[in-house]
Every structure is written in structure tokens, then in C-alpha cells.
């Protein structure tokens, strides 16, 4: 499966934004999604994750209230939509897919999408 994700920007503070992660290729729906994100000089953190059947969801601390994740089986996309934007939230933003249900871990990912930079300004 390919992904491509899109809908960053800059956002002041407080703002909202939608990332959109399109997949090509079959079976989108068998595969658990997840957001991660990487700042400059720092690692790779998980942001958000969903299951295939979307039942499920998982949210790092740091976005829980905040963030939201879901998925279009019939468009093959799926979503975050990032509310109450911090300036602490701007990094580069990855969609991954994964055989498993969703995890947190980004080892368990098989499949990258390219990043989309959120710049939240103060």
C-alpha cells in the first residue's frame, strides 16, 4: 500500500488543522492505522493510532482531548483532526499502516507515507 498524507500548515495557536492520509493499492481496510510525528533534533514520537475496523484508538498523552482519529474505508483515507493547536505540536507528521490492530509502537509499521510539516505559531 502507498500513503500519502497532506493537509499541514502553519496554524496560530489554538487553531485546528486536518491531516488526511490517502492509501492506494487494496485491502486499506485491513490495516491498522497510525500518526506519528518527529520535531526538529528529536526522535519520532506516536501521536495516534486506529484500528482496521476503527473500534479502537489510541492517543499519546501529550494529544488526548485534543486530536482525534478516524478512518474512510470507501475513500481509503484516514484522518487527524488536530484541535487547540500548540506550538509544541509542530513537527512533521507521518501516516503508517500496519498488519496489526494499531500500536504505538513505529517497529510495527509496515508501510510509510511521506511527512506534511504543521507549524504552529505562538
Known amino acids: 500500500v502507498q500513503l500519502q498524507a497532506s493537509g499541514g500548515g502553519l496554524v496560530q495557536a489554538g487553531g485546528s488543522l486536518r491531516l488526511s492520509c490517502a492509501a492506494s493499492g487494496h485491502t486499506f481496510s485491513s490495516y491498522g492505522m497510525g500518526w506519528f510525528r518527529q520535531a526538529p533534533g528529536k526522535e519520532r514520537e506516536f501521536v495516534a493510532a486506529?484500528?482496521?475496523?476503527?473500534?479502537?484508538?489510541y492517543f499519546a498523552d501529550s494529544v488526548k482531548g485534543r486530536f482525534t482519529i478516524s478512518r474512510d474505508d470507501v475513500k481509503n483515507t484516514a484522518y487527524l483532526q488536530m484541535n487547540s493547536l500548540k506550538p509544541e505540536d509542530t513537527a512533521v507528521y507521518y501516516c503508517?499502516?500496519?498488519?496489526?490492530?494499531?500500536?504505538?509502537?513505529?517497529?510495527?509499521?509496515?508501510?510509510w507515507g511521506q511527512g506534511t510539516l504543521v507549524t504552529v505559531s505562538s
Open positions: 503508517a499502516a500496519t498488519y496489526s490492530s494499531g500500536s504505538a509502537n513505529y517497529k510495527n509499521y509496515n508501510y
Open positions: 486506529i484500528s482496521w475496523n476503527g473500534r479502537s484508538t
